[in-house]
């Protein structure tokens, strides 16, 4: 497995690599946005760690000019911002997971391997659900006959409600699946993101599907 370290601190960059090196990875340093922006979209990575707070161009523009350009290896931001309105930006932009510093190199390991798994996860055939269908392959989604505009998170949202229709999906579970990683400040997050999907899967539809289960998570189920 190949990983691409975008961080401008280059005692912090150099620990990430000798820690991820140990562990078996192999792993490529950029110190600025514009370099990680190159390398990203000349190298076969599987995974990208970006720090948000980069000289030259900042994390968050490189995230959505990788998007921009189809380019979807995973990206877990490494930064010292840690609010929600910071972490959703995050997300809007194309990240996958979020990591604040300081951090423990154990968490980081676990968010790592985590996100490793799940770019290796089967993709499988087209999800169905009342009259929404899922394309995992094109990463599509479809209320009747109108295509959804959805963020890389809000996907990963609806398509984990529709791999498990009919169950109440708790927080945590939600947490741990779409964010990768059990991590209690991630709740009002969680609720954030299910109230921007019930804006683009239910409010223009007579049925609701997006199902809100009291003090305890969310499922999706019809009327």
Known sequence: MKILVVEDEKKVASFIKRGLEEEGFNVDLAHDGEEGLFMAETNPYNLILMDLMLPKKDGLTVLRELRDKGISIPVLCLTAKDTVDDVV???????????TKPFAFAELIA???????RGTMDRGAELRFAD???DPVAHKVWRGSDELDLTAKEYALIEYFMRNPNQVLTRTMIAERVWDYTFDSFTNI???YVNYLRKKIDRDYDKKLIQTV????????ED
Do not use: C, H, P, W
């Not at 930006?89 to 990591?99: A, E, K, P, V």
């Not at 968010?111 to 798994?117: E, M, T």
């Open 214 to 221: 009291r003090g305890t998570g969310y499922m999706l189920k």
């Open 190 to 192: 969680i609720d954030v």
């Open 89 to 99: 930006s995050g997300f809007n932009s194309g990240s996958d997971d979020y990591l």
């Open 132 to 134: 929404l269908r899922l």
């Open 111 to 117: 968010r790592v391997r985590a996100l490793l798994r």
